[in-house]
T-cell receptor, first 112, second 113 residues
Framework: EAGVVQSPRYKIIEKKQPVAFWCNPI?????LYWYLQNLGQGPELLIR????????DSQLPKDRFSAERLKGVDSTLKIQPAELGDSAVYLC??????????FGPGTRLTVT | GENVEQHPSTLSVQEGDSAVIKCTYS??????FPWYKQELGKGPQLIID?????GEKKDQRIAVTLNKTAKHFSLHITETQPEDSAVYFC????????????FGSGTRLSIRP
């Protein structure tokens, strides 16, 4: 069974530029999560989807971050415009009916 | 807000010895406690989890214990091997649902040959 797929794996952009990350969850998993992981810290939830619906986005900085999960499968997380402080690893995870969460490899973002 | 504290932040043990990582949580309604292993350049990998109706769970060389009264839970790795070197994260659910978990700050485990 294929795991959670994320792309790109690495991204370097200049500040004020836009960037987008893509996630394909484990087949059949209805819950999808986006996490932010700063260096030396644990993941922090940005947004959680149940199928197409964002049920928890309280930690998503909505002035510059947006996300979508069309058709309840793949998801895209966007930052526009990016700031230096956005440099981090962006992790996607999925689960079935709110059970164990399985993580993808992450996208390492560097903003210069 | 609710939080999870993890100790130690770094741990170095001799190959073959045991390693213990401890966590405390603040939400008395938490009832799901997963542990993740993260290797360099990879995402966190679920290695074991425990629910509050169980005090201990074991899977080969790893075990987790839970003390709900004290709000403590621990990861035990026995007969450590070089491939156990990684960062380990504990986590606790917010309330009873496994769909919202808070992570500890991680423990970097190094196995000395």
């Amino acid at each position: 069974e294929a795991g959670v797929v994320q792309s790109p794996r690495y991204k370097i952009i200049e500040k004020k530029q836009p960037v987008a990350f893509w996630c394909n969850p484990i087949s059949g998993h209805n819950t999808l999560y986006w996490y932010l992981q700063n260096l030396g810290q644990g993941p922090e939830l940005l947004i959680r989807y149940e199928n197409e619906e964002a049920v928890d986005d309280s930690q998503l900085p909505k002035d510059r971050f947006s996300a979508e999960r069309l058709k309840g499968v793949d998801s895209t997380l966007k930052i526009q415009p990016a700031e230096l402080g956005d440099s981090a690893v962006y992790l996607c995870a999925s689960s079935l009916d709110g059970r164990e969460q399985y993580f993808g490899p992450g996208t390492r973002l560097t903003v210069t | 807000g609710e939080n999870v504290e993890q100790h130690p932040s770094t741990l170095s043990v001799q190959e073959g010895d045991s390693a213990v990582i401890k966590c405390t949580y603040s939400d008395s309604a938490s009832n799901y406690f997963p542990w993740y292993k993260q290797e360099l350049g990879k995402g966190p990998q679920l290695i074991i989890d425990i629910r509050s109706n169980v005090g201990e769970k074991k899977d080969q060389r790893i075990a987790v214990t839970l003390n709900k009264t004290a709000k403590h839970f621990s990861l035990h790795i026995t007969e450590t091997q070089p491939e156990d070197s990684a960062v380990y994260f504990c986590a606790a659910s917010l309330g009873s649902s496994a769909s919202k978990i808070i992570f500890g700050s991680g423990t970097r485990l190094s196995i000395r040959p």
